[in-house]
């Protein structure tokens, strides 16, 4: 940009000696205009040459050339170096623009350092992230951002996660806490343990999702690409015939008609739509990745858009995944006996729902022997000296007792042969899940929630948040089929967001697939077109907002340049409209629809 500047200055500075050395020496003034020229239009020169011998001829670089160098030939200097002078302006202001917008997505390269503090037997030494194995210890000070994945074996600190997640308030880590490469240590020393390698962490996978959406252009970009192969030739054409068949049936002098030809190229230079359509998608992009939504191309801004289903797997997605003890009633003993028992019995299972409740038994477990598992029905044990089988209702009539029924998320507790209890667990709601379906109900979606959870769960967690309607006990082709049945009724888009591993196919086979990418499953996240990184829900209609957002100003980018430019080439063809002008009205065009474009980096306001 400062090449830029001093580049411009200088010609700028050289077009304005020559204008005042033209009035008293005549040589020197063109001399210098000349000079103002190749200073001025050296990039467009070398563009125009570069695409002619890559077979691109048509472009805005050669309508600038053609008429720059025309209004050289008729004698029109100043006019000739005004172009370029303010056609450079434009380009340098635009390019301005899109710095900017491309900030926000180039500060994700600093996301990973490229060093990590090893412990090792010798002591703490620093060597290439790439080279550290999983399982390594690293140390991390405070101010330091994480060069890997891991979890914390000790220390206890918060974390910046803006980078990865959008969200400024810092997460408090201490031991057992999983931790991610691009967040920064605020605070306490910590040691963390490495879980991935350099190339599969959190860091690495935002950079090659970044990297990915670069290339990914939408249906708009591409119409005007294809626009702008047609549109060149045909205004040249067009203004070679304004140029010559006036002169040949006599409708005035050959230069009267070559200027107007000449000014006619240089209004119809379409730089406005082949520069603001594909930065207003870029913006979008670089505005949802600051808030914590990674897209993977303009084409997939386009596609969310034009949601009208969001179709929500629902653990994971819209619950947190991790069973919660919701209530705990017990029969002749306490409720803290009960639940202190079933976590004795239960200490040595890997399911959910005995973690869940190892969870919530705050004091010390005592040791269970004999333990004996019942497969889909639960344990038996021997705890304190005493018989206690926890299972399900059919645990319980296998030992002939009744129990009461109260959903099959319920653990039921025998104690001795005699029915003492039951602790009633769920998969917690995430927080802001409600007011996340009563936002896309406000925008017009419809909500479908898909689940491989039994019937009565799903009603419960659809009436409880809202939800249109659901469908149960599902495998995963099952969710494709569904999805793909959705796609075919449905007047619109259909999205489907998912974090699992069995997710995958639907992500992929859904109009658009959006993954929670903080905890989700790495086969997902590529499976995706968008990635939500702080797993909240209530990023997906702020997401869809702003991809309305983005399209609307797309298109009304391209009504106005299109209109304006009909209105000016009338105008410049009859006469009306003179070179500097078409220059002020071109670059004023362009200018206009890159300042619109910007608005896209904002997000939408939240209701």
């Not at 797309?554 to 106005?560: C, D, E, L, P, R």
Request: with cysteine.
């Amino acid at each position: 940009m400062k090449k830029e500047i001093v580049r411009l200055s200088v010609g700028a500075a050289v077009f304005v000696s020559g204008l005042t050395a033209s009035v008293y020496i005549y040589e020197l003034g063109l001399a210098l205009f000349a000079v103002a020229y190749l200073i001025l239009g050296s990039e467009v020169i070398q563009n125009a040459g570069g695409n002619i011998a890559r077979g691109r001829v048509f472009d805005e670089n050669l309508l600038m050339l053609i008429a720059s160098v025309g209004a050289f030939v008729i004698g029109e200097y100043a006019e000739a170096v005004g172009v370029m002078l303010f056609y450079t302006v434009g380009e340098m202001l635009t390019d301005i623009a899109h710095d900017r917008s491309e900030r926000s997505v180039r500060s994700l390269m600093d996301l990973r350092p490229d060093r990590a503090n090893v412990i090792t037997d010798d002591g703490r030494i620093s060597v290439e992230a790439e080279t550290v194995e999983v399982g390594a210890l690293i140390e991390v000070l405070p101010g330091e951002r994480l060069p890997l994945d891991g979890r914390v074996v000790e220390g206890h600190s918060t974390v910046d996660t803006s980078m990865l997640t959008g969200e400024s308030l810092p997460a408090e880590c201490f031991e057992g806490t999983p931790v991610y490469a691009g967040c920064i240590n605020l605070e306490g020393v910590i040691t963390v343990r490495v879980e991935k390698p350099y190339a599969l962490s959190a860091a690495a996978r935002v950079l090659e999702l970044t990297k990915y959406a670069a290339e990914r252009r939408s249906a708009k970009e591409k119409f005007i690409s294809r626009f702008a192969r047609v549109y060149t030739p045909t205004v040249v054409i067009l203004a070679l015939l304004i140029a010559l068949l006036p002169t040949v049936f006599g409708g005035g002098g050959l230069v009267k008609w070559i200027y107007r030809a000449l000014t006619f190229l240089v209004i119809s230079c379409p730089c406005a739509l082949v520069i603001s359509i594909p930065l207003t998608f870029f913006a979008a992009i670089g505005g949802q990745s600051r808030n914590g939504v990674l897209i993977k191309g303009g084409s997939y801004v386009e596609s969310l858009a034009g949601v009208k289903t969001a179709v929500l797997d629902k653990t994971g997605t819209l619950t947190k995944g991790s069973f919660e003890i919701v209530k705990t009633v017990a029969f002749g003993i306490s409720e803290v006996e009960l639940l202190r028992l079933a976590a004795s019995a239960e200490s040595r299972s890997s399911h959910p729902i005995a973690r869940a409740i190892a969870r919530a038994q705050k004091g010390d477990v005592p040791p269970a022997v004999n333990i004996k598992e019942y497969p889909g029905m639960g344990v038996s044990a021997e705890v304190e000296g005493r018989q206690v089988c926890v299972g399900n209702a059919a645990m319980m009539s296998k030992l002939g007792l009744d129990c009461e029924n109260v959903g099959a998320t319920a653990v039921h507790v025998a104690l001795e042969g005699g029915y003492v209890g039951y602790i009633v667990t769920a998969d917690g709601i995430k927080t802001d899940a409600a007011e996340a379906v009563s936002k896309l109900k406000e925008l017009g979606v419809k909500t479908v929630m898909l689940t491989g959870d039994n019937a009565e769960v799903a009603a419960a967690v659809a009436q409880r948040l809202g939800i249109d309607s659901f469908r149960a006990e599902l495998m995963p082709e099952d969710k494709l089929n569904i999805v793909e049945q959705i796609r075919s009724e449905s007047d619109g888009e259909v999205v489907f967001v998912g974090d699992g591993i069995n997710d995958a196919p639907v992500l992929a086979g859904a109009d658009v697939g959006v993954a929670m990418g903080g905890l989700g499953a790495d086969a997902a996240i590529e499976a995706a077109d968008a990635v939500i990184m702080n797993d909240s829900p209530l990023k997906l209609p702020q997401s869809i907002a702003d991809a309305r957002r983005a399209v609307a100003i797309a298109k009304q980018n391209i009504s106005f340049i299109i209109a304006l430019k009909v209105l000016a080439l009338a105008l410049g063809a009859a006469g009306l409209l003179g070179m500097w002008a078409a220059v002020f009205a071109d670059v004023g065009v362009a200018l206009l629809a890159v300042l619109n474009s910007m608005r896209a980096l904002k997000p939408t306001k939240r209701g």
